[in-house]
């Protein structure tokens, strides 16, 4: 059974940093799409970036472009987000979820997802 587990979430004073992780008892993601979305208070998920875990091809929204990184570490089987230069509108709660079908940046295409894992930013 995916049980995603998400963490590394916090408070961070704006322009600061942090990394997300997300995994899965230690199972690996081979042949997956996973993807990280975030729901802030009053607002739908939204997509926030995707990684292939076998191809290795990623994929951003335009709001996170050049500010956030997605990456496979294959050793730890684990799906990462490195979140540089945060602003106050990345607050959120943020989730990782495997691509089931459909358009990857909708989260209706996802499944299996985590409790999620805030993330703070202050100004």
């Known amino acids: 059974q995916v049980r995603l587990v998400e963490s590394g979430g916090g408070l961070v004073q704006a322009g600061g940093s942090l990394s997300l992780t997300c995994a899965d008892s230690?199972?690996?993601?081979?042949?997956?799409?996973m993807g990280w979305f975030r729901q802030a208070p009053g607002k739908e998920r939204e997509f926030v970036a995707s990684?292939?875990?076998?191809?290795?091809?990623?994929k951003y929204a335009d709001s996170v472009q050049g500010r956030f990184t997605v990456s496979g570490d294959y050793a730890k089987n684990t799906v990462n987000l490195q979140m540089n230069s945060l602003k106050p509108d990345d607050t959120a709660i943020y989730y990782c979820?495997?691509?089931?079908?459909?358009?990857?940046?909708?989260?209706?295409?996802?499944?299996?997802w985590g409790q999620g894992t805030q993330v703070t930013v202050a100004s």
């Open positions: 979820g495997r691509y089931l079908s459909g358009y990857y940046y909708r989260a209706s295409s996802y499944g299996h």
């Open positions: 230690g199972r690996s993601f081979v042949g997956y799409v």
């Open positions: 990684i292939s875990w076998s191809s290795g091809t990623t």
